[in-house]
């Protein structure tokens, strides 16, 4: 499917003071292999570089603000998405690849509690009933669907204790809690960012969960939607978050002091384009 993705951003200047030198460094897309980005333009002109865990992201200037002034930057994106499933094509995984991943993507972290009591206590039922990796991953994909009642966006991200003890959540919690049962058994998860297009409805924001598993690499999990190591078309992907638990979408600095931060919003809007036009 080819879809064309409109991204506008909205600074302002909430404040009294003049906002000056601002530099927003906004996430556009990350790497997957059923995701290919044909074209990206940025208003005004910015620089698109690639970050941390192949992250793309536009560095934009913004204009000193004045109080009570906006800026507005927009992003348009073509990419063409395809259906995939990761299991039906089996790949080596070196075994320093293994190692190092388990050394990067295994450690607690803020929202994924691996040594929480409750964490540790699903994770050992888990491994008690499991012989391997993808064993293990499979059951505790299911545990969580089935222990965590699925809930509309919430206000807050819980983390993965407070999902486990709650017994609700959104994709998020699903996410969280999947990612700390896999790195309490040394299993490298990570989490994804992104959007499900429903085609005649608005995008629908959404965290998933990457996993690597030996002679598979890195396939994707979606305990919230009960997709595990398939991902349609539907899906664009946004956001790494592996080595660390929480990149925002938009991380604005500025110089000087303001009485009251800038607010910064964002409005994503997809659709399909036809033969390279919309």
Partial sequence: MRLKIEMQANVHNRGTQKLRRGLMTWHLFTDMDNQFVEMIDVFPPARVTERAE??????????????????????????????????????????????????IYCSMQKYWETQDDIIQEMSQ????????????????????????KLK?????????????REREGDCDE??????????????????IVGHVFRR?????????????????????????????????????????????SERPTIHLKWSGISTQPPTVEEEVKMSIATNGKD
């Fill in 54 to 103: 192949k992250n793309m992201v536009a560095i934009v200037k913004v204009p000193d603000l004045n109080p009570g002034e906006s800026f507005s930057p927009t992003v348009i994106l073509r990419i063409d998405t395809i259906t995939r499933d990761w299991l039906m094509e089996p790949r080596s995984t070196p075994e320093l690849m293994l190692a190092r991943n388990r050394g």
């Fill in 125 to 148: 039922k888990v491994a008690e009933r499991t012989g391997d990796d993808e064993s293990y991953a499979r059951l505790a994909f299911d545990i969580v669907r089935d222990s965590v």
């Fill in 174 to 191: 699903h996410a969280d809690l999947y990612i700390a049962l896999l790195r309490a058994v040394r299993i490298p998860a990570r989490r």
């Fill in 200 to 244: 005649n409805k608005e995008p629908e924001a959404h965290a998933w969960c990457e996993i690597y598993l030996e002679q598979k690499g890195w396939i994707p999990v979606d305990p919230a939607l009960g997709n595990f190591g398939l991902m349609t078309e539907n899906y664009f992907s946004r956001i790494k978050e592996g080595q660390v």
């Fill in 152 to 164: 509309t966006h919430l206000d807050h991200r819980r983390g993965a204790a407070r999902a486990a």
